[in-house]
């Protein structure tokens, strides 16, 4: 999570580069057309010559450019430039500008017509000589508008993978960055565990590229992760099998049935271990594994040791060229967790995977506390989160779930110190599910909410300063039974802010799952509220 000083919204899309390798900083992931040509001798760039007779592509294979409406950014650099003309094409040829001179181009590119292939085209015309480096193609359509940017100053992002623990402390090693500790509280990330074993899945088509995910195998258990797959039946394609002997293995699926290991490696899973598993295949259908976790530390990517075949495999295995699933098949035990799925680098949530057989639990990538012991999330003091000014309003906004609401209070986002200086946002079992904001001793108060039934809620409390405050549940404004004057209230304090329980005191901790949650330094109209739900529930 980023606090930030300056007032300046640093904001994180929840998506990443769908390019693959594009730095060129190795000769391969991309087919090279006539007069291009990717290698050392060209510092890490792609360079075309000039040789070719007509327009020729530079193209990579296996990025999804759909549907109709959604929006792409494009950056590159051109240098070595000295004739002809360039441009970027995604999906089935939507074009981006065309380019001719040395220089960083950055585009916006939105999806108008239905698509059909899965490229990415570096496109140089006949007479294009020169050199194209560090192209970069993201999915910004979720992307907060630069209008809900504005005033942003606090911004906890969906938890990410390898943390690190002590006997007290685990520490987010998110690559956004943490200013905060948390303190007993579990990460959760967006995943599927197993009940009863069985078969879940989720629609991707990339067959080529690259897969990561966190894996927890429960003891002697059999698990298979079906990374490309021609249907939701296990099939055809490629699976990794998790074994219960603590071997790792890569296998082709022919008509439903084993049919060739690729490679093996023994004693590297552990039962009841955290790891994170990548693997790549390049467009020369060669595979490669590699893991993180465990003995391996989660510092570095270890390439796994086969012990029979080869890894990278040395075959050019090219059975299956097409894909339409992610596959998870548990065939033994139960407690088996799968989770942070990214391919190509790009977040795909297994929250809302379909269970075909068997039993699974499903969670959103979010922090999990427990009312027992007292689990927090402590930030360090700022005084923009602490509302100091009697003048300054604003908005604070998460995703809840919670377990049990036991006790009178539930503490969700607190700043006030025993004076009962600062600001809270909580809930209130008295008031049947309710939802509170105090601001000092004036509490604005909403009850009889549908938010006691252990699903996932988008709530938002606002404060205008010169009038009172509003509370929000699922992107629509609540009937209230207090609603007091926030005019003139001093809210000053010197105390670190928390979430998930009291700032000063080690009660009314909150029981359940918070996730992204984000305070700005002004009013969200009731409008900017209901845009921001519908473009955050599909993660929940």
């Known amino acids: 999570m980023k606090i930030n000083k300056d007032n300046t919204a640093k904001i994180r899309i929840d998506t990443s580069d769908l390019v693959t390798n594009g730095d060129f900083a190795t000769d ?22 000039g ?67 899965d490229n990415i085209y570096i496109q140089a015309n006949v007479d294009f000589v020169g050199s194209i480096d560090n192209i970069e193609v993201v999915d910004i ?9 504005k005033g942003l100053i606090l911004d906890m992002p969906l938890a990410e993978p390898y943390t690190e623990a002590n006997d007290t402390i685990t520490k987010d090693r998110t690559p956004q960055g943490n200013d905060g500790t948390v303190s007993g509280a579990t990460i959760k990330y967006d995943g599927l565990v197993d009940t009863v074993g069985g078969v879940a899945y989720i629609n ?35 699976r990794l099998g998790l074994r219960a002997t603590e071997n790792i293995q890569l296998d082709v699926i022919t008509n439903g049935t084993f049919d060739k290991t690729l490679f093996a490696a023994t004693s590297y899973i552990s039962a009841d271990t955290d790891y ?44 299956y060229t097409t894909s339409t699933n992610f596959i998870v098949q548990a065939v033994t035990n139960v407690g088996n967790k799968i989770s942070n799925l990214k391919i190509n680098g790009k977040r795909h949530s297994l929250n809302k995977a379909t269970v075909s057989t068997g039993t699974f639990t499903t969670t959103a990538g979010a922090y ?24 300054q309003d604003f908005t604070i906004s998460m995703w809840i779930q919670r377990d049990d609401l036991a006790g009178a209070w539930r503490t969700l986002f607190d700043t006030r110190d025993d004076n009962n200086d600062g600001w809270e946002f909580l809930l209130q079992s008295a008031f049947n599910g309710g939802l509170s904001i105090r601001i000092g001793t ?38 209230y039974t207090k609603q007091t004057s926030t005019s003139g209230i001093t809210l000053s304090t010197s105390i670190d802010p928390v979430i998930g329980a009291r700032a000063y005191a080690t009660s009314e901790a909150f029981d359940g799952q918070i996730s992204n949650l984000k305070v700005w ?20």
């Open 28 to 49: 391969t992931d991309w087919s090279e057309g006539t007069g291009w040509d990717i290698g050392v001798t060209h510092a890490g760039k792609a360079n075309c010559d």
């Open 51 to 117: 040789s070719q007779t007509g327009s020729s592509n530079l193209r990579q294979t296996g990025v999804v450019i759909s549907p109709v409406g959604k929006t792409y950014k494009i950056k590159y650099t051109i240098s070595n430039y000295s004739a002809g003309t360039i441009r970027i094409g995604l999906g089935a040829y939507i074009w981006a500008t065309i380019q001719s001179a040395n220089k960083t181009y950055t585009e916006e590119l939105t999806v108008v017509d239905a698509d059909s292939t």
């Open 141 to 149: 359509t979720n992307a907060i508008t630069p209008k809900l940017q």
């Open 204 to 238: 991707q088509d990339k067959a080529y590229g690259t897969w990561e995910f966190d894996v927890n195998k429960h003891d002697n258990a059999n698990v298979y992760i079906h990374f490309i797959s021609d249907d939701s039946s296990l099939s055809n394609g490629y």
């Open 276 to 319: 994170r598993i990548k693997i790549t295949r390049n467009l020369a259908n060669h595979f490669t594994t590699y893991i993180k976790g465990g003995v391996f530390g989660w510092d570095d990517w270890t390439e796994v040791v086969e012990s029979t075949g080869a890894n990278p495999t040395t075959t050019n295995d090219d059975d």
């Open 368 to 391: 999990d506390f427990d009312t027992a012991t007292d689990e927090r999330i402590t930030l360090p003091y700022s005084s923009e989160i602490a509302m100091g000014s009697d003048t």
């Open 442 to 479: 004036s509490d604005i108060d909403a009850s009889n909410l549908a938010i006691a039934d252990n699903e996932w809620h988008h709530i938002v409390g606002v404060v205008d300063r010169s009038d009172t405050a509003s509370l929000y549940v699922d992107g629509v404004e609540v009937s």
């Open 521 to 540: 330094n002004r009013v969200l109209s009731a409008s900017d509220i209901s845009y921001l739900y519908s473009k955050e529930v599909n993660k929940y």
